[in-house]
Each structure stands twice: as structure tokens, then as C-alpha cells.
């Protein structure tokens, strides 16, 4: 099981980054995914999720109305699209994949991608 993030970087403020979150090893259609992040001594929160069914979306208050979440099964592949970027969204985003199945939790991590905001 993998899921490789990339598309992290250095960007100015009121810029934008598209993160991609490449999946392989799993039912990928069948999971629920999300983006998580970890800025520098604080915890993983929760950014945004996306639903495997009807693809359903969720955002963190914090990054509503300028970030979107999306997926393409076909490709095994969930975006995050981040726009009017702010420093505080500076953090190493990580991909989520999530499934409970016959009352069993399955889930999956990625490595993380660095997302560095500052002029």
C-alpha cells in the first residue's frame, strides 16, 4: 500500500499549490480520503475529506472557500487545490485514505509534502 503526495513548494502569499495524492495497493474507489497537515510544533489537524460513495466534501473553517478537495478514481488520485494561500497555512501535508469495512478500521498515511508559505 502507498500513497505518495507531491506538488508541496515555497509560495508567495495569495498564491496558490495543487497537492496530488497518488494511491496504489488498495481499492482506492472504496476509501474515504482526506488532506491533513502539521505545521512546526503544533499538532496533525484535520484540513478537508472527501467521501468514496457519492464524493461528498468537508472542509476545516480555516481553509473553507479557498481550498477543494477532489478525487479521480480513475487515476487512483486525490487533489487538494489551494488558493489565497496564507502563512499560517504553511505545514507538511499529509493524505489520508480511510475505510471501515465489516466493523474493522482500515486506514492508510503518506509521507507528506512540504507547503511553505512566505514572501
Known amino acids: 500500500v502507498q500513497l505518495v503526495e507531491s506538488g508541496g513548494g515555497l509560495v508567495q502569499p495569495g498564491g496558490s499549490l495543487r497537492l496530488s495524492c497518488a494511491a496504489s495497493g488498495f481499492i482506492f474507489n472504496s476509501y474515504d480520503m482526506s488532506w491533513h497537515r502539521q505545521a512546526p510544533g503544533k499538532e496533525r489537524e484535520w484540513v478537508a475529506a472527501?467521501?468514496?460513495?457519492?464524493?461528498?466534501?468537508n472542509y476545516a473553517d480555516s481553509v473553507k472557500g479557498r481550498f477543494t478537495i477532489s478525487r479521480d478514481n480513475a487515476k487512483n488520485t486525490v487533489y487538494l487545490q489551494m488558493n489565497s494561500l496564507k502563512p499560517e497555512d504553511t505545514a507538511v501535508y499529509y493524505c489520508?485514505?480511510?475505510?471501515?469495512?465489516?466493523?474493522?478500521?482500515?486506514?492508510?498515511w503518506g509521507q507528506g509534502t512540504q507547503v511553505t508559505v512566505s514572501s
Open positions: 489520508h485514505a480511510r475505510r471501515v469495512w465489516v466493523l474493522k478500521k482500515y486506514e492508510y
Open positions: 472527501i467521501t468514496s460513495g457519492d464524493g461528498s466534501t
